[in-house]
């Protein structure tokens, strides 16, 4: 099974980055229960990750009801869960090389919400493959949610993973588009529908966690210019403020926002304020077909 432009170590690197996000995703989905608090999740399912000498993509995304991404505990917070729909997205990378996956946990009575994230998952799956348009990936999943009742969030996509950058091209939708780019082995991209019982749009909310490193803008504030040096520490790659020590984070990094230092991820919410569910897999587009390097957290894996 040849992988096209990637060497042996790269595909290994890939490999493993998935063994260790299936290990725990399939230990924080468990301790998802009302009682529990985010931040509990969070920290245990990324102390896991570091232990198995890997490194983080981003942080661990906890996503209830309405929102769709980007929403991660901050270091007090002390919200549990309770009766809730819970997306869990976790990105894990071995010497750069990403795998990104997520699962819903549903407490709301709803697990048919749930069940067409997931199956719609299993038919751009199937889909997927090199010389395919990603625009077909994309029907196979509108297909399939709107089978079930359900709009999928078409304001949201999946994605290219390459090295230290978890979010590339090509973008694969989450509805059938006409003219789009075909899948090419060598690639490795999230497939990650998103199905809701809203109109199908997600908005920026006011909360913001997650931040990146970008542009190399300076600044002169002593605190900020420490937040810098720690950041240095995360490749480039998404972070959550708790990682930051010490105090004044928040103003460290409202600084460095100013100074185009840093950007922000407000949480995405759907507009209706409605239920989404989340299923994503990270895949490796070969010569013949595609390797799925999470496979092992969603039911139609095997």
């Known amino acids: 099974m040849s992988h096209g432009s990637l060497d042996d170590d790269a595909v290994e690197s890939y490999r493993e980055a998935g063994a260790v996000l299936v290990e725990a995703m399939n ?86 919400l749930v069940e067409a994230a997931e199956m719609a998952l299993e038919a751009a799956v199937d889909e997927a493959g090199p010389g395919v348009e990603v625009g077909v990936v994309g029907q196979a999943i509108e297909d399939v949610i709107r089978g079930y009742g359900y709009t999928p969030v078409l304001n949201l996509s999946g994605h290219g993973v390459e090295r230290y950058d978890a979010h590339t091209g090509p973008t694969v939708p989450n509805r059938g588009v006409d003219r789009s780019v075909e899948l090419e082995p060598g690639q490795a991209v999230a497939i990650e529908p998103f199905a809701t019982d809203g109109r199908g749009k997600v908005g920026e909310g006011t909360e913001e966690e997650i931040f990146e490193r970008q542009g190399s803008g300076s600044v002169r504030d002593r605190r900020a210019r420490q937040a810098l040096d720690e950041i240095e520490a995360f490749d480039d790659l998404p972070f959550a403020a708790r990682w930051l020590e010490g105090d004044r984070v928040e103003m460290a990094l409202r600084r460095l926002k100013q100074a185009n230092a840093v950007k922000g991820y407000p949480v995405l919410k759907e507009a209706d304020d409605a239920l989404v569910s989340q299923a994503e897999h990270t895949l490796l587009v070969t010569d013949d077909g595609v390797e799925i390097t999470t496979a092992g957290i969603h039911d139609f894996d095997g």
């Open 27 to 112: 230990e924080a989905r468990e301790m998802v229960e009302p009682g529990r608090t985010h931040l509990e999740v969070a920290e245990w399912t990324e102390d896991f990750i570091r232990e198995q000498d890997a490194g983080l993509a981003f942080p661990v995304n906890i996503s209830v009801d309405p929102e769709a991404s980007h929403a991660t505990p901050s270091r007090d917070d002390d919200t549990e869960f309770g009766e809730e729909m819970v997306c869990l997205d976790v990105g894990v990378h071995v010497d750069g090389y990403i795998a990104d996956a997520a699962v819903t946990v549903d407490h709301t009575g709803t697990p048919e």
